[in-house]
Each structure stands twice: as C-alpha cells, then as structure tokens.
C-alpha cells in the first residue's frame, strides 16, 4: 500500500512538472463541470497506423492532437491549470477530466499540443482494457512483449506515441501516453 502511495505521488509530480513549466503557476476552474457518467472508456481496438490513443467520451485523444480538437471533443474539463510554457513561448494546460489528466504544451505551429495523456486511477482503462492495478502479464496479454524496460518502466511504442506503464511487485503503477520527440 505504502508503495501505491509513492507511485501515485510520484506520478502527480511527474504530471504537475509537466504542466508547470516555469513561472508563475495559476489554477483556473473550469466555468462547466465536465460529465462524468461519459468518463468510461470503451473497449475500442488501438488506432492503426496513427500510434496509441485513449478514448475519453466516445472521442479518441492522443498525444500530438491539437489542442482546440481537444476541448471540442470533451468539453469544459472539471479543472484547468496553467502556466508559462519553458519550451517556447505560449502557455501549457492541464485538463482533469474525472481520472485523466490531459497536458497540452505549444507545438511547432505555435498552437498547443496534447503531450501527455495520465490516467489517475483505476477507474478508466486503456482501449485495450489495461488500467491500474492490473498486473503484467495482463499488460503482456493485450499489447504483447514489445516493450522497452528503463528501470520499472515499460514503454510501447506505435508511430510518435509512447505508452508507459510503470509496474511494482507485478501491479501496473502507472499509465502514461506521450509524445515520441
């Protein structure tokens, strides 16, 4: 349990620094909650051809997405945070969206990018209907061997896009989808 703790910590702080960036840092609420009963993900088969994706509300999300695409497809998020961008100018957001948290930092083009996708909790799984907890053999049986290994991380990659599980005494940690650079 204490190492849950740690992970889940561990996991919010690597998602925090994501999102913070450099300078000030301003939470902002969302002005409409988000509806939750849509937060489920179903069990769509993995994009091909276009790397790994999370579906959220019937709406598929990858890292890479545009921000504005985003937000039309989910809506207001249930909280809003950002702050100054340290890798260009612009501003980095994060959007919680019941278990996710979706970071979106400025692209090439100027306009923002989802950059990582982090699912908080057991309560959403992957398309492929990996979540937290899980063990990995599970994690083995849906998305194979093909994994790279740096420490207790376990990371797949399709196209630009990475998923990482990070995985202690057999249990997935964490879940994290971000962009390949």
Do not use: W
Not at 16 to 25: D, E, M, V
Not at 135 to 140: A, H, L, P, V
């Amino acid at each position: 349990m204490k190492k849950r703790i740690m992970s889940c910590v561990l996991a919010l702080c690597l998602s925090a620094s994501l999102a913070a960036g450099c300078g000030n840092k301003e939470d902002t609420p969302a002005t409409t909650p988000a509806v939750t009963s849509g937060q489920e993900t179903t069990k769509a088969p993995a994009s091909s051809g276009s790397g790994f994706h999370f579906v959220l509300k019937d709406a598929s999300i990858a890292p890479g997405m545009d921000q504005e695409d985003l937000l039309a497809a989910l809506g207001d998020a249930d909280k809003t945070f950002e702050a100054p961008s340290c890798a260009g100018a612009g501003t980095d957001y994060t959007f919680t969206y019941g278990s996710v948290e979706i970071t979106t930092v400025p692209g090439a083009s100027g306009a923002n990018e989802v950059s990582a996708i982090v699912l908080k909790d057991d309560l959403v799984s992957t398309p492929e209907g990996i979540s937290l907890s899980m063990s990995m053999e599970e994690m083995t049986k849906a998305y194979g061997d093909g994994y790279t290994v740096s420490g207790s991380a376990y990371t797949y990659v399709k196209d630009k896009v990475q998923l990482q599980f990070v995985i202690e005494n057999d249990e997935i940690t964490s879940i994290q989808y971000m962009i390949v650079e």
